[in-house]
């Protein structure tokens, strides 16, 4: 049976490794908490260097539509970052069978769902995962 703290660095790893396949890099930070029976993932520094100029604001009215008024997306109208998003959640949906291996792997509950958003201002993911029951865990050592 493994601890709260160990279950979380399982998913940890699990998710650090899905990113890496998947993205073609890890993130900057990864945290996990397990809460009952949800696993709250949050990824930090996830953005690729595409996909940060895909979302950055233009400077100037170039000929491909951009506002130039500075306050646009890296279209010009907001479309990159809204693609981004739901570029992301494909991925995530795509990748559903290895994140279940992960989950499944280290919690030892069937995952039930998974919820997914991604900042484009911060860089910062979000994943919940639903789980049947929450993991038995042995409670922590104590320290002598």
């Not at 959640?89 to 991604?118: C, F, K, N, Y």
């Amino acid at each position: 049976m493994k601890s709260q703290g160990e279950i979380e660095a399982a998913v940890c790893d699990g998710i650090s490794r899905f990113q890496q396949e998947f993205i073609g890099r890890g993130p900057r930070d990864i945290h996990v908490h397990l809460i009952g029976n949800l696993l709250l993932v949050r990824l930090q520094g996830v953005l690729t260097p595409a996909e940060r100029q895909l979302i950055a604001p233009r400077s100037n009215g170039a000929a491909d539509g951009a506002t130039g008024d500075g306050h646009g997306t890296g279209d010009g109208n907001g479309n990159g970052r809204a693609l981004l998003k739901q570029v992301r959640s494909h991925m995530v949906a795509t990748g559903r069978p290895r994140l279940e291996e992960v989950v499944q792997g280290a919690t030892g509950a069937r995952l039930v769902s998974v919820h997914h958003d991604i900042s484009t201002v911060t860089g910062e993911e979000v994943i919940v995962f639903s789980l049947d029951a929450s993991p038995t865990c042995r409670p922590p050592r104590r320290k002598v």
